[in-house]
């Protein structure tokens, strides 16, 4: 049984930082194919973020979150992280953590094979 546990969310006021964990148990992250953040907020659909491949070498993100966020990942302690600066009043959400067993694609929802429960993150303006 694959798990995966996502922490690290919280109030943050604007322009502060935060980092969120993905901790996978039952499998280790190096067997996986990519490994990526969501974020949906309410009333919108569940939104790609950023990926990071196997190796953590390759990375991929969102034109709004690029420059601001950065993933990456530790096989070795079976965790991803989204280390996220200058956050914005829009960043606020339920951020995700999903991975997947295939390499092809890596920016849609239906592409991922395995899902965390979500972690809030609030930004005050």
């Known amino acids: 049984q694959v798990q995966l546990r996502e922490t690290g969310g919280g109030l943050v006021q604007a322009g502060g930082s935060l980092r969120l964990s993905c901790a996978a148990s039952?499998?280790?992250?190096?067997?996986?194919?990519?490994t990526a953040w969501f974020r949906q907020a309410p009333g919108k659909e569940r939104e790609f973020v950023a990926a990071?491949?196997?190796?953590?070498?390759?990375?991929h993100y969102a034109d709004s979150v690029k420059g601001r966020f950065t993933i990456s990942r530790d096989n070795a302690e079976n965790t991803v992280y989204l280390q996220m600066n200058d956050l914005k009043a829009e960043d606020t959400a339920v951020y995700y953590c999903?991975?997947?067993?295939?390499?092809?694609?890596?920016?849609?929802?239906?592409?991922?094979?395995?899902w965390g429960q979500g972690t809030q993150v609030t930004v005050s303006s």
């Open positions: 990071v491949n196997w190796s953590g070498r390759s990375t």
């Open positions: 999903a991975a997947k067993n295939t390499i092809v694609g890596i920016t849609q929802t239906y592409e991922y094979d395995y």
């Open positions: 039952g499998r280790t992250f190096s067997s996986y194919g990519p």
